[in-house]
Structure formats: C-alpha cells, structure tokens
C-alpha cells in the first residue's frame, strides 16, 4: 500500500471538537450573563449535529446555520434573547470556539511522524472564521499542504465538488494514491467512498461499522494508522 496524499478531517478526528465546544458555550454563556448548566451543552451538541446535517444534505445555507442554532437552543432551554443578542451570541461563541485548540489523544504525535513520507490536506465542514484561527495557534500549524473550508469552497462534504477543489490543490494526484482519514461516515467515509478514493473510519468509540458505506481501514485510536501505513513515531 502507497499513498502520495492523506487527506485528514479536522473536528473529531484531529481536534477535540466536542472539548472545545463545552468551554466555548460555558464562556459564552457567562460573558452573556446567562447561567450555564451541563444540559446546555447535551441539547446544543444534538441541535448543532442535526443543522450540520441538514447543511450537508442542502437543506440550509451556511450563513443561516451559525445563529439559527441558538435559537433553537435559546427555545428549548427557557432562554430569553431577542434577534440581535442572538447574533452577538453566535459572534461571540465563534470567537470563544477559534481559541479551543485541544487536540484528540495521538494527533500531534501522528501528524508529526506522517509529515516526512506524504503531502498531507486538512477537509472540514466548518466555518473559516473559527478553523483558521484554531490551526493556527495550535501546534499543526504549517503542517499541512493545503487546507480546503466548506465555508470558503461553498460546498461541504460529502459533495464531489469539494474533492474536485481538494485536488485541485492536491495537484490531481491518482485517486488510488489518495486516502481519507475521518470520524463521520456521512461526511468522510461516504463522501470519500463516492468520489472514489480509499477511507479510513476513525472509530475510537468502537461504533458498530455500517454495511451501507464503503470503508477501507477501521481504527480506534489516530496512531494505528501509523501501523497501517507502514510509519514508526
């Protein structure tokens, strides 16, 4: 097995998205003036998976997602805030969200002993406003060759459209020398199978595999791609 590039999804595979979430809303909740509770963070978690979703399926833009999600939160945790404080809010969080830097067990170890042997691509549905900040305070800085933003291309993942831009930086490599290395089946696994290039399913929570998408490597833990691919720390 030879792989030229290695294209790597950020939340939840490389950042610890659901950490810096946590203390991005619990931050954002006490500058507002409102008291935090854990339940906040369940709803908000449920709410935010969900529009991404839909995001992805087309069924809302990009620029609605942000602040319609506090909405919904707002109503179904008693809150009270009118348009505009909504807004601030999900300014405000956003910027809270940029400084969470906190990185999944293994990722800072496997990027470094992977940046020798492979161009490496970071693909994330996420907002630029909040994955440009983050990887640039964080110690993947300049780690990665390109990075493609579902904000900045107009189009997220699973879409083939993003791909096309991935290898367009990418330089159009052979697909059959590109691997993807992602926690979402929807997003990674199903988009990266569709496009026609080799997936690796991050599993750390031992999910059960599905029989609806195709899926080439399975790992629990981020350093067992390293046995995979052929790559001592």
Not at 137 to 162: N, Q, Y
Not at 176 to 205: K, Q, V
Request: glycine share 6%; aromatic share 10%.
């Amino acid at each position: 097995m030879r792989y030229s590039w290695l294209l790597f999804d950020a939340d939840g595979t490389l950042f610890d998205y659901e950490q810096a979430e946590v203390t991005a809303l619990a931050t954002t909740f006490a500058q507002f003036g409102y008291p935090f509770e854990a339940r906040h963070a369940v709803t908000y978690r449920a709410i935010n998976g969900q529009m991404w979703r839909d995001f992805e399926q087309g069924k809302l833009s990009q620029q609605r997602l942000p602040t319609a999600r506090f909405e919904r939160l707002f109503a179904a945790t008693g809150v009270t805030a009118d348009t505009a404080v909504t807004a601030a809010f999900s300014l405000r969080y956003l910027n809270n969200l940029a400084q969470g830097t906190m990185l999944i067990t293994g990722a800072e170890a496997l990027v470094t002993a992977l940046r020798p042997h492979y161009r490496l691509l970071l693909i994330t549905n996420g907002l630029h406003e909040v994955q440009r900040p983050r990887l640039a305070r964080s110690v993947l800085a300049g780690c990665f060759d390109a990075v493609v933003i579902s904000s900045e291309v107009g189009v997220a993942k699973p879409d083939p459209a993003i791909f096309d831009v991935a290898f367009a930086h990418m330089g159009y490599p052979p697909k059959a020398e590109t691997l993807i290395i992602g926690d979402s089946l929807t997003s990674d696994m199903r988009g990266g199978s569709d496009y026609g290039i080799d997936t690796c399913w991050f599993n750390p929570h031992a999910q059960p595999r599905p029989k609806d998408v195709t899926i080439r490597y399975e790992i629990r833990r981020l350093t067992e791609l390293l046995d995979l691919l052929g790559v001592r720390l």
